[in-house]
């Protein structure tokens, strides 16, 4: 079945360091990738998409890029908030079937 | 705000309970989508419905059970309520079952089983 593999954390971070965090999948066919940002007590929000190969999803200075050789879509920010303190979650999505999550990785930036 | 609310946002109740969680999608969003969060396990799809069939079903227990009305909003039935039931239940909507298209989560319901 389908599962995505996401670093594990937790993640800190000083102020306006680089992220990266490592996300490879396993589907069948040619599922979509996302990323989802989730604060405290809140639901996960949708961070950015790429629906096909090769395909870069950009929102808010994050950026993922789809990479169907290598099976993976890692998120990366070039210089981290403080504000961006959460936990993010990669997740895949077939034509026709549900989302399938990873565990998350909660990161924190510290000023 | 995601346009999907979900009610209450707290619930506490004692084991062999029964409870209804209920979940309005985002206007237009014919999908609903039921997950369960906890600590240890991440979060888990239990069940999807798309324009009131059910679609899709993951790890739900029998004693749970969901619904989705003819006005869209869907209600998850917990029953013969554990201590390991516990979790953050999301609702999550889109507007087709469609590969390209997010999900968009309400806020969840806090379930503690005391």
């Known amino acids: 079945g389908d599962s995505v593999t996401q670093m594990e954390g937790p993640v800190t971070l000083s102020e306006e360091a680089f992220l990266t965090i490592n996300c490879t999948y396993t589907?069948?066919?040619?599922?979509?990738l996302f990323w989802y940002v989730q604060y405290p007590g809140e639901g996960l929000q949708l961070l950015l998409k790429a629906t096909k190969a090769d395909d870069k999803g950009s929102n808010k200075g994050f950026e993922a890029t789809y990479r169907k050789e290598t099976t993976s879509f890692h998120l990366e920010k070039g210089s981290v908030q403080v504000s961006d303190s959460a936990v993010y979650f990669c997740a895949l999505r077939r034509e026709g079937s549900k989302s399938t999550f990873g565990d998350g990785t909660t990161l924190t930036v510290k000023p | 705000d995601s346009g999907v609310t979900q009610t209450p946002k707290h619930l506490i109740t004692a084991t062999g309970q029964r409870v209804t969680l209920r979940c309005s999608p985002r206007?237009?969003?014919?999908?609903v989508y039921w997950y369960q969060q906890s600590l240890d396990q991440g979060l888990q799809f239990l069940i999807q419905y798309y324009n009131g069939e059910e679609r899709a079903k993951g790890n739900i227990l029998e004693r749970f059970s969901a619904q989705q009305f003819p006005d869209l909003h869907s209600e998850l039935n917990l029953s013969s309520l554990e201590l390991g039931d516990s979790a953050l239940y999301f609702c999550a909507s889109s507007e087709t079952g469609g590969s390209n298209s997010p999900l968009h989560f309400g806020n969840g319901t806090r379930l503690t089983v005391t």
């Open positions: 589907a069948t066919g040619y599922p979509s």
């Open positions: 206007s237009g969003d014919l999908s």
